[in-house]
Structures are given as structure tokens and as C-alpha cells.
């Protein structure tokens, strides 16, 4: 008899049906495949193969009811994924009839696959190689002996992007770093840091970058760095780089409990040890801008429409610049990182020959990047307009961007007077330096300066690649009036940011 059988029906005497071939299911599951073909799905009970094919489910407390069996009867049976039958260690075991003679016990002496042990030589997952848990099966650099918790299709969405190179997304209910935890975290680092020292690791813990790793380790974040002037190169005054859990009482560090403050001056507030009243110091010091950069530039410094070229426009005065090496994340696409820039240049300095410059130059390999490598820069015009570094510049026309300022007219020194609207109070300001009253060209209630209030930088990386990022301010044009810029939250995403 062939087709289905639908669960061993049972006639009246209560014996069972018996097909002779087919496919067995559901039901109390008495029946199912006696004479070949595939065992079927159990019911209440379970089902099997006396002459061949696949060995069925344990029915009742264990047994495997298959019909009538001679009391001791053994067939074979391996309840392991086919291919793995016979590949050492994994062998077949064997299901005894039983007293009663209705069907066959539960399968005995099997060896089953499981997941390879590293390092001890043995074929556990029946694969035909031993300790193939160190090999990378999906091809992200880590092996499942090195810590990778979804090596193979089936152990997660996308194996590739889950590893120990990998950071955890939140909410997303994976163990994106297989450290164990899912959607942990980070722990900040920054706690015990000293207020000052030009050691590059101190800045990436100060924005939220923990963790030194060797290039070879193939783990995420920060590898080494610099601390230089604004072309890579020369001695930068100590004073020029701190790391503070505020500037002044009202801007506190925005992740952990420091953030990194790079100064063309002094980086302290008011209140701090070094504090520069004037806003304006480390006289002397004098470089080349970023050569990449500016050549890319055309060999200038961006400026909006109808301001003056920067004076003595190819040097960098008072400059600081912190260069960090990573190593992206294998699921990260950008980053980004909190930026609050204060500047003496606000408010007559706007449009002018001397308004200091911000960038933050990102070295990766992502084409989706700017072409001169500066992610901080901003558009104030149309859509065909000059993008611009972060500087007093981009109070012209009322752009928004300064907000921590006083309304009134900017430009005095410049070529382009204009009204500035958008500044919506000083609290950010108190107790910086750049609060204290000067009166000046453009108005007589002027502050020393103002700032951005904080601003999202973000930029695009290649999951796994090495990248540069730099952060670099000067004085423009001479040495006097100063910036100072702090940074904080660096984060890594898994989205593609537009730039």
C-alpha cells in the first residue's frame, strides 16, 4: 500500500494498520513507516522504521511504538543531521524492542556531533576536520576559538558583523562584541585621568574612546596617536590640551566623566589653574596649516561670500592638533563625537582676515566622506555654496550655529557688517573667560566671545579598517584672541551618515 497513512489508524480490534510504505503522521502516533520510506512527525506517540529509513521520535515515557516487534529486536538508529553519520566520532546507536513486543525503545550508545573544543585535536562537529572552530567560517577575521559567538549561517542574522571586533548596538537584542552580555553598555574610562599631559590615549578615554589595542589583536578602538601642531608636526604648549569634567559651572563633559578641551590658549575656565583672563597667549608658536587639506582647498582657507581672504592664509598660529588611530568596529559604518566651539573672534572678528578655524580630518577609506577629509565644516548659503570650517565666519547672515552669544552686530573689524539674531542666552558662557564684558566696535554690552552650544560631528568608515581621526584649532592671521573647542561621546554606529 503506498501514500499517507494518517496517524497508524487503528481498527477495531485495536490493532494497528499497518502501510507498507509512505509517509506516517500525526495522530497517537502507532503507526507510521514499517516496510521503508520516511519515518513521520509523532503525535502523542512517536514513530520509526523497522526495515530501514529514518528512525522516528520517542513516544510514550521513551518508547517508540512501531507496531508489533520480536522482544529484544535491535534496529539502528542516529538522530544527528545525516551528513554527519559515520564522520568520526559520530556513529550510529541502536533502539531495543521491547518485553512487550509493541514497539522499540529509545535510541542507545549514539555519538552525536557538537561543537568543536579548540585546541584538542578532535573531530567533535563530525565535520571531517579537527578543530575546525578555528577556522573563520564566515570570513569577519574572528574564529569561534577566538571568541566569535556566530561563526556560522543560523547562530544569528548576520554572522559577519558579530564578533569580538564588533561593539554592541543597543536595542537590538545581539551580542554584537560576544562579550557575553546583549545590548551592554559601555563603561566610561575616563575617571582618573589627570587634568592635563600630552598623552594621546588620555584624549580618546576623555571622549569616550577606552581601551588600548595592538594593531594585531584585530580589536576595535583606540591604537595610538599624536599630539602635534596643526601639519603633524612641532611642540605644543601643555596648557593647550586638558582634560575637565567642565568649563565653567553650566557645560559639564558629556559622557564619563572628562572630556578633552584643545585650546589655541590655555584650556581652563575662570576657575581652573592657568587661566588666561585675556584670552590670548602661547605667542610664538607659528606652522604650516594641514597639508591635505588645504591643498584640496585650493590651497585657502574656505571663507563665506564677500569676507577677506585669511591673513597670511597658508600659517597656522597657536595651533593644536590630537591625531587618534582606530580600528573600526567589523559593524560600524560612522561615528560620532560632541563639539562645542568658543571663540574671542565673536563679534567683531566675524568675516574677517583673522576668525580661528576648527576641523575634525577624517583619514578612511569610505568614499562617502568630504573630499578635503574636514567632517566639521558647515554650508551657510545655497546648495552651491563654500563649505566652511567651524569659526566666528559662521555668524554671517545669522546661520544659527552660534547660539551661547549676545544678539547685535558682528562684523565691525570686517568687511561685512551685518545683524546676528540667533544667540538665545549666555549660561553656557559663565565662568569661562568668554563671558567677561567687553565693550567693542559692533556693541557696547559685547561678551569676551561665545560659543556653538554643543554640535554632532559625524563620519563614515569601512567596517574594520584603520582610520586617522584629527582635531585640530589655530589662531588665524596672528596669535592674539584665542579659541577653544571641547570634545566628548565619541560613538560608533552601524548607519551610513550623509556628510
Avoid at 95 to 118: K, M, Y
Avoid at 188 to 208: E, H, K, R, Y
Amino acid at each position: 500500500m503506498g501514500g499517507g497513512a494518517e496517524g497508524g489508524l487503528t481498527n477495531a480490534g485495536g490493532a494497528p494498520t499497518m502501510p507498507s510504505g509512505g509517509t506516517g503522521s500525526g495522530g497517537f502516533g502507532l503507526g507510521g513507516s514499517v516496510a521503508g520510506g520516511a519515518a513521520g512527525s509523532g503525535g502523542r506517540g512517536g514513530q520509526g522504521s523497522v526495515m530501514g529509513g529514518t528512525a522516528g521520535q520517542a513516544g510514550f515515557g521513551g518508547m517508540v511504538l512501531e507496531g508489533p516487534c520480536t522482544p529484544g529486536e535491535q534496529i539502528t538508529c542516529f538522530d544527528g543531521p545525516a551528513q554527519t553519520l559515520g564522520v568520526a566520532p559520530c556513529k550510529n546507536g541502536h533502539r531495543t524492542c521491547l518485553a512487550s513486543g509493541l514497539g522499540f525503545g529509545a535510541c542507545q550508545g549514539q555519538v552525536l556531533p557538537t561543537e568543536d573544543i579548540c585546541g584538542d585535536g578532535l573531530d567533535q562537529d563530525c565535520s571531517g576536520q579537527a578543530d575546525d572552530a578555528a577556522d573563520d567560517a564566515d570570513g569577519d577575521g574572528f574564529t569561534i576559538c577566538a571568541g566569535d559567538c556566530c561563526d556560522k549561517p543560523g547562530q544569528c542574522a548576520n554572522p559577519f558583523a558579530v564578533n569580538p571586533g564588533g561593539f554592541d548596538e543597543l536595542g537590538n537584542g545581539v551580542d554584537d562584541d560576544c562579550n557575553g552580555f546583549i545590548d551592554d553598555t559601555p563603561v566610561p574610562c575616563d575617571d582618573s585621568l589627570p587634568v592635563d599631559g600630552q598623552t594621546p590615549a588620555f584624549a580618546a578615554n576623555a571622549m569616550g574612546l577606552c581601551g588600548e589595542f595592538f594593531t594585531e589583536s584585530h580589536l576595535p578602538g583606540y591604537l595610538g596617536g599624536f599630539v602635534t601642531q596643526a601639519d603633524g608636526s612641532g611642540y605644543v604648549e601643555a596648557s593647550a590640551l586638558t582634560y575637565r569634567p567642565s568649563f565653567g559651572p553650566n557645560v559639564s563633559a558629556r559622557e564619563g566623566q572628562r572630556m578633552m578641551l584643545l585650546s589655541t590658549g590655555r584650556a581652563a575656565a575662570a576657575a581652573d589653574a592657568g587661566f588666561d583672563p585675556a584670552q590670548s597667549q602661547r605667542v610664538g608658536e607659528e606652522g604650516p596649516l594641514p597639508a591635505t587639506w588645504l591643498l584640496a582647498n585650493g590651497g585657502s582657507v574656505p571663507v563665506p561670500p564677500g569676507c577677506p581672504p585669511i591673513a597670511q592664509g597658508n600659517t597656522a598660529y597657536d595651533s593644536a592638533m590630537v591625531t587618534l588611530a582606530l580600528r573600526v568596529p567589523t559593524n560600524a559604518h560612522s561615528f560620532s563625537v560632541q563639539v562645542q566651539f568658543y571663540t574671542s573672534d565673536f563679534a567683531e572678528g566675524v568675516c574677517s582676515a583673522y576668525a580661528d578655524q576648527f576641523v575634525v580630518l577624517l583619514d578612511s577609506s569610505s568614499p562617502l566622506n568630504p573630499p578635503d577629509t574636514n567632517i566639521a565644516r558647515v554650508r551657510l548659503s545655497s546648495p552651491s555654496g563654500p563649505w566652511l570650517p567651524v569659526s566666528a565666519n559662521l555668524a554671517v547672515g545669522s546661520s544659527g550655529y552660534f547660539t551661547n552669544c549676545v544678539n547685535g552686530l558682528v562684523g565691525c573689524q570686517g568687511s561685512l557688517t551685518s545683524n546676528y539674531s540667533d544667540c538665545t542666552g549666555t549660561s553656557a558662557l559663565l565662568g569661562t573667560g568668554f563671558d567677561t564684558p567687553t565693550p567693542g566696535a559692533c556693541t557696547s554690552n559685547a561678551l569676551r566671545g561665545a560659543s556653538t552650544g554643543w554640535r554632532t560631528i559625524r563620519g563614515n568608515v569601512l567596517p574594520g579598517e584603520l582610520v586617522n581621526v584629527s582635531f585640530a584649532v589655530w589662531d588665524s592671521g596672528d596669535n592674539k584672541l584665542d579659541s577653544t573647542v571641547l570634545v566628548d561621546d565619541f560613538k560608533w554606529s552601524t548607519e551610513v551618515v550623509s556628510n
